[in-house]
């Protein structure tokens, strides 16, 4: 019943607080306007940096980490109280995986906003600085070495989201001193989250395959 209790919160926790959308809120209450009819119509950092500038940018990065971190701190401090956590120690690492997955699923389909939203990458990349900050900082390193590399921000996403499971089983067994299994648990849940924001990147790939993917420089950010 405790392990029942602590995912159901976990689940609803992540969700609604998922569904907060921070592109929308900000750009909506700095400019008047719906990010989602603007540039790529995606409520997202990038896209908000874009067409609604650096200041709704900052906003909408603060909001959505904030976000993400809240939802898993909360979620893992909950399954402490009840005692659901994993022994030894209690641990409440799993917990976190599945509140980040629901935070992800709330950003992409919020229940705020008639279930469109944004593509899960910056509250997935929270998540993980709340269950594991060492996996979080491997994934942002490939993120800004494959960026740095192509100038594509969707695809240092989908290729430092693709290493996250890798991230999490070595970090976890290497670094961390988990057992393999327990190890390869946080693997396997941390799969979904990593295969959300990949899907939600389906049509970034098919751009990037046509070669018609929007590179990112600093000279294209509208100022304001």
Known sequence: MKLFLSIIA???????????????????????????DMGSKNAGLTNTLRCAG???????????????????ALARGFCHLLHA?????????????????????????????????????LVGAASFLAVDYKVFLALLAIFVVILA????????SIISTAYCPLATLLMSWLIDGYSF?????YMILSLPMAAMVIWMHRSNIERLMDGNENKFTFNTINIK
Do not use: E
């Not at 603060?62 to 976000?67: E, I």
């Not at 641990?91 to 629901?102: K, N, R, S, V, W």
């Open 10 to 36: 976990a689940a609803g926790l992540g969700y609604f607080l998922g569904s907060l959308n921070f592109s929308i809120i900000v750009v909506r209450m700095m400019t008047g306007r719906d990010i989602r």
């Open 54 to 72: 650096k200041s709704c940018a900052l906003f909408t990065l603060l909001g959505d980490l904030l976000k993400g971190i809240v939802a898993v």
């Open 85 to 121: 956590g994993m022994m030894p120690g209690n641990d409440t690492h799993y917990i976190g995986y599945i509140a980040g997955f629901f935070a992800i699923l709330g950003h992409v389909f919020p229940i705020y906003y008639s279930f469109k939203g944004g593509k899960g990458v």
């Open 149 to 156: 590399l192509s100038k594509y921000v969707s695809l240092a």
């Open 181 to 185: 299994g327990r190890s390869f648990l």
